[in-house]
Nanobody, 115 residues
Framework: QVQLVESGGGLVQPGGSLRLSCAAS????????MSWYRQAPGKQRELVARITSGGSTNYVDSVKGRFTISRDNAKRMVYLQMNSLKPEDTAVYYC?????????WGQGTQVTVSS
């Protein structure tokens, strides 16, 4: 059974940084693309960043230049380094595994950017 477990969320001041981690278990991690989504109160869940099995990345415009997604296939981990955080980045962040007909989600981790 596939499990995705996020960690690293918390409260940070505007301009600060956080690093989210997602640990995956249960399948052949390296063949799937991995994504981070977020959902703010009253808003739809949105794709923040994606990294393919080959290492290609893409980002939503609002985080380009501030966030970096990466993966370590040997450790079955995916990361989201978030710098220059803004109050509008406040949301629950979810790890997602997709491709080849799968669509798995973690439980989410709260990120709050506030002074």
């Amino acid at each position: 059974q596939v499990q995705l477990v996020e960690s690293g969320g918390g409260l940070v001041q505007p301009g600060g940084s956080l690093r989210l981690s997602c640990a995956a278990s249960g399948n052949i991690f390296s063949i799937y693309h991995m994504s981070w989504y977020r959902q703010a109160p009253g808003k739809q869940r949105e794709l923040v960043a994606r990294i393919t099995s080959g290492g290609s990345t893409n980002y939503v415009d609002s985080v380009k230049g501030r966030f970096t997604i990466s993966r370590d296939n040997a450790k079955r981990m995916v990361y989201l380094q978030m710098n220059s955080l803004k109050p509008e980045d406040t949301a629950v962040y979810y790890c997602n595994q997709g491709g080849f007909g799968v669509d798995y989600w973690g439980q989410g981790t709260q990120v709050t950017v506030s002074s």
